[in-house]
């Protein structure tokens, strides 16, 4: 990475300006269903801490510099008779870093109120790094400089800091009110189309119950009745927006995983199951649980209506295609008959992700229950059409994941290589 002045590249207000643009297009982006379900208050306060910007803190007490290197450097003092080499000293060259936490664009943008001196280091994923170069008689400098460095960086955040927290305290109620425009605007079309009389939507299959109201703030559909009062026993479908609400769930945390790879790197695939259980569980009102029996195992993640079976999902760490056509089969052993709506989360330790992604296309691809590909939402992703075991004409959705979340050693390594 090439060294950059700070605080200089484009202005903070503007980046933040299209952070609140993002947000707003978030909801508008929104289908209506969901906007209409939703906990206004809680997917605001989801909006606000996905959009805040974590404003840089410095750790100058843990700074350090690279092992110096001999060059000839000026002297100090007048420099207007050297020319080239000649009369130049003794000297060396090192680079000092300065661990910080936070988003390192920041160092980049110019805040509202700023410093009238440039400052010229790299910015690092978590560090800033400061070329320094210095004689060898002038080494009781080196401290000094480093001093007015970082001091001049603290006061440049101060300023940023400033104009971060009014952003990051205006993001939910600003949310709010935009989630609850877009709420009123849906609310009076439908209340327009309402009074046209004019049936919206192909009319559905009575022989089904669509459980679109998952959502964890709505109560749950109620079953027609029998005349003597019983229950019909229909057959729950999961409505495909509630599947794709779930994926998107899991997408949002298994791309925290990979963000964070120290912080998961430890984790088998218990705790990580746990983890996206846990981000599940509030969200959908038919009960989602981890290890729960279904037909003829245990799945990781299972999601019922009433005593039957509308999502699941098993968690695996990749080791192969062999042990990957393993975990297929093992889905399917868990997948009964009602069962529409799977997923397979393949968690990879070993480097070449996209090798891998591919080899895991040629395994399912040869599966005998895959029927065809389908559209999937990104490239670290496969999503086909599979058929139930011993019946090809029931079928149902599969969307299998691959997570890189490096193990500890691996993550030391990269660390390593990357000279961190």
């Known amino acids: 990475m090439s060294s950059a002045l700070f605080f200089l590249h484009g202005h903070l207000a503007l980046t933040l300006s299209k952070r609140t643009e ?6 508008e982006a929104a289908p209506e269903e969901h906007l209409l379900q939703a ?14 910007v974590r404003c840089p803190e410095l750790r100058p007490e843990d700074y350090w510099m690279d092992e110096p290197e001999s060059v000839k450097v000026l002297p100090p003092g007048d420099h207007s008779r050297i020319i080239g080499h000649v009369g130049r000293v003794r000297g060396h060259r090192t680079v000092v870093h300065f661990p910080f936490t936070g988003d390192k664009w920041v160092f980049l943008v110019q805040p509202s109120e700023h410093l009238m001196v440039q400052l010229d280091a790299e910015v690092g994923d978590d560090e800033l790094r400061y070329p320094l170069t210095y004689a060898d008689s002038e080494t009781s400098r080196i401290k000094p ?11 440049s955040l101060g300023f940023a800091r400033a104009d971060i927290s009014r952003f990051n305290e205006s993001l939910k109620p600003h949310a709010l009110r935009v989630i609850c425009e877009r709420q009123q605007a849906v609310k009076q079309h439908r209340e327009g189309l309402a009074q046209t009389g004019v049936p919206v939507g192909k009319p559905r ?24 009062g019983e229950p019909i026993g229909l057959e729950p479908v999961l409505a495909t927006e509630i599947y794709e609400r779930i994926l998107r769930d899991i997408r949002v945390h298994t791309h925290a995983m ?8 430890r984790m088998g695939e218990e705790d990580r199951r746990n983890v996206i259980l846990n981000a599940l569980a509030p969200n959908y009102s038919t009960g989602s649980s981890g290890e729960t029996f279904n037909h003829s195992g245990h799945t990781d993640i299972l999601i019922r209506h009433g005593r039957a079976n509308v999502f699941i999902a098993e968690c695996k760490f990749w080791a192969g295609q062999k042990k990957f056509a393993e975990a297929i089969d093992q889905l399917f052993r868990y997948q009964a008959w009602r069962d529409t709506k799977l997923a397979l989360l ?20 040869a599966h005998p229950q895959f029927v065809e590909w389908k559209d999937a939402a990104n490239e670290t992703e496969l999503r086909a059409v599979v058929h139930w075991k011993n019946d090809q004409q029931r079928i149902a959705d599969l969307n299998i994941f691959f997570i890189p979340t490096p193990t500890a050693v691996a993550l030391k390594a990269t660390l390593e290589d990357r000279g961190a």
Request: hydrophobic share 40%.
């Open 205 to 228: 299959d009575p022989s089904k119950i669509y459980i679109e109201d998952a959502i964890v703030r709505l109560p749950g559909p109620v079953l027609p009745t029998t005349p003597d």
């Open 346 to 365: 393949m968690f990879v330790r070993e480097r070449g992700l996209t090798d891998i992604v591919e080899r895991g296309r040629h395994a399912l691809e």
């Open 39 to 52: 906990d206004t208050g809680a997917w605001a306060t989801a909006l606000a801490d996905r959009y805040k």
């Open 145 to 155: 400089i480093l001093e007015t460095f970082v001091e001049r960086v603290q006061k």
């Open 22 to 27: 993002a947000l707003e297009h978030e909801v």
């Open 258 to 265: 990979e963000q964070n790879p120290a912080t998961y790197a």
